[in-house]
């Protein structure tokens, strides 16, 4: 039973990354449960405190010790200019698995080449405080303004001369008549930890915790299990095909009177749910009878 000093206070954030992160964390171990009207949700681990906050300004929140930790993107981490330890970085998109992007853009028909020729304009973004470093470093003088949504859109509509936007693909962008001239920023979601949390044993015990378990949950998304049985004398082909994570299991089976004298082999391993069609027909040819594909909750 925790403690009331042993309870960790975890900002989940709220929006586009809340019900990734709420299924991640299931996968993980914990059960979050969130009501229609209320920032506070249940969850099933007494040491565990959660607040839905929207991660532009979760940082503050971790970075002043009103959260211990939480999770948010590492972009408003740069926007709020805070200091906090970032204790893992997570991947969350299906789509490109890879980092999304803080762009610089304009409208196609714009003389526009590169940030410098920007001098006196005007920059809408929700990104306000990098944005000015930005300009600021490159002694680039522009206005920039907050733009409290369809950001793109007012760039296209010619309200600004340009923005500073997330994009994934860029294929939102282009279908609003914009072409990037700088990529700025990239970002991923991150666990992140006030200092003085991360100097108390408990605390920082529990966010190692989290964070190990949440990245093993992800790391397990885009992988399978794979089981199969072969005779000895395809061992080397079939393990020849089999990528892993470190080397597949072999392991003997029972000996029994339907085997009729033959060595038979079961082999375990874990590999890229990419790879199963290309994979399957190539085991099948060396040998490998009986595969069973099982999904995986976490890879530690």
């Not at 906050?53 to 979760?58: A, F, H, T, V």
């Not at 969350?92 to 999304?100: G, Q």
């Not at 920059?123 to 733009?147: G, W």
């Amino acid at each position: 039973m925790a403690t009331k000093a042993n309870v960790l206070k975890l900002g989940i954030p709220k929006g586009s990354l809340e019900a990734q992160t709420i299924e991640l964390l299931r996968k993980s171990g914990w059960r979050i449960a969130v009501g229609d009207r209320s920032y506070i949700p249940r969850v099933d681990d007494p040491s565990l405190s959660c607040r839905l906050l929207r991660p532009q300004e979760m940082p503050r929140y971790i970075a002043d010790g009103t959260l211990d930790a939480g999770i948010t993107g590492s972009d408003w981490i740069v926007e709020n200019d805070v200091d906090v330890v970032e204790v893992e970085s997570f991947i969350y998109s299906k789509v490109t698995l890879t980092p999304t992007r803080w762009v610089l853009c304009v409208p196609n028909a714009s003389p526009v080449q590169r940030l410098e020729d920007l001098e006196g304009k005007r920059v809408a973004t929700e990104m306000v405080a990098f944005t000015r470093r930005i300009f600021a470093e490159r002694k680039v003088q522009v206005e920039v303004e907050f733009s409290w949504g369809v950001t793109e859109a007012k760039a296209a509509d010619g309200l600004v001369d340009a923005v500073v936007e997330v994009t994934e693909t860029g294929s939102s962008l282009r279908a609003n008549g914009l072409r990037i001239v700088e990529e700025l920023l990239t970002s991923s979601p991150v666990l992140v930890a006030n200092r003085a949390a991360w100097d108390d044993p408990w605390k920082c015990e529990k966010i190692r915790q989290i964070g190990v378990l949440m990245k093993g949950a992800l790391d397990a998304e885009s992988r399978v299990g794979i089981k199969m049985n072969l005779k000895r004398e395809h061992l080397d082909a079939v393990i020849a095909l089999l990528p892993s994570i470190t080397a597949p299991t072999v392991s003997q089976l029972y000996p029994s009177p339907n085997l009729k004298g033959i060595e038979w082999l079961a082999i375990e391993t874990v590999i890229s749910e990419h790879t199963v069609r290309e994979l399957y027909p190539k085991l099948r040819e060396a040998g490998a009878v009986g595969i069973i594909e099982f999904p995986l909750n976490k890879i530690i």
